[in-house]
C-alpha cells in the first residue's frame, strides 16, 4: 500500500510515511494511523539549508569560544609573570646589596651597619607592596592570625595574649600570607 502512496505523489512531494510501516499487520490492530505528512520539496530543501547554516553557525561559535579560552589562558600567565616581575623587581637593589656584604668582613662595624641598612631596605621595600607584618608582643591572640606553639602561665601578662613572637608574620590586606608563630599567655 505504501509504495502505491509514493507512485500517486507528484514529482514536487516527498511523502513521509506513517510510523506503522514495517509494523506486522497483527500488531497495528487497534493502532490509530497517524496522518501522514506532505511536505514540498523546495521547503525540505530550504529547512535543510536553514539547518546547514545553524550547524556552521555552531561550529564557528565552539571554534570562537575555544580560541577565546586559550586567549585568556594565555593572557593569564602573561599577567602572572607581570606580577612576578613586578613584585620582584624592587628587591633586585637588596639582593645585589647582600651579594656586596659577603666577602666583607663580617666582624666590623661597617658590616652591622650595611645589614641594618639591607634590612631597612627589605622592609621598606615589602611595605610599599603593601606587605603588613603581624603579631606583636602583648597583642590579643587571633587564631586566624597567629599560631600558638608554646602556651605559659604568667600572672604579670593578661590572658590569651601574646607572650613572646618566636616568627612574625605577615598580611596583604585581609589575605594573611603566614601567620605569626607565637608563645600565648594563659
Do not use: C
Request: hydrophobic share 35%; aromatic share 4%; charged share 30%.
Amino acid at each position: 500500500m505504501a509504495e502505491k502512496k509514493k507512485k500517486e505523489k507528484t514529482t514536487d512531494e516527498v511523502v513521509i510515511e506513517d510510523i506503522n510501516e514495517g509494523i506486522p499487520q497483527e500488531a497495528q490492530e487497534g493502532v490509530v494511523e497517524e496522518p501522514q505528512i506532505v511536505v514540498e520539496k523546495s521547503e525540505l530543501e530550504s529547512l535543510t539549508e536553514e539547518l546547514e547554516r545553524q550547524k556552521q553557525l555552531l561550529l564557528r561559535t565552539a571554534a570562537e569560544f575555544d580560541n577565546y579560552k586559550k586567549r585568556t589562558e594565555r593572557e593569564r600567565l602573561s599577567t602572572s609573570e607581570y606580577i612576578k616581575a613586578q613584585t620582584l623587581k624592587p628587591l633586585l637593589p637588596i639582593i645585589d646589596n647582600i651579594d656586596r656584604a659577603k666577602p666583607s668582613d663580617n666582624g666590623s662595624a661597617d658590616f652591622q651597619k650595611g645589614i641594618e641598612m639591607i634590612i631597612k631596605q627589605l622592609y621598606e621595600v615589602s611595605t610599599n607592596l603593601g606587605l603588613t607584618p603581624i603579631g606583636e608582643q602583648g597583642d590579643t591572640f587571633d587564631p586566624q592570625l597567629h599560631e600558638a606553639v608554646m602556651h605559659i602561665e604568667d600572672e604579670n601578662l593578661p590572658q590569651n595574649s601574646i607572650a613572646q613572637v618566636l616568627q612574625k608574620g605577615y598580611k596583604i590586606g585581609d589575605t594573611v600570607i603566614r601567620p605569626a608563630m607565637v608563645q600565648v599567655a594563659n
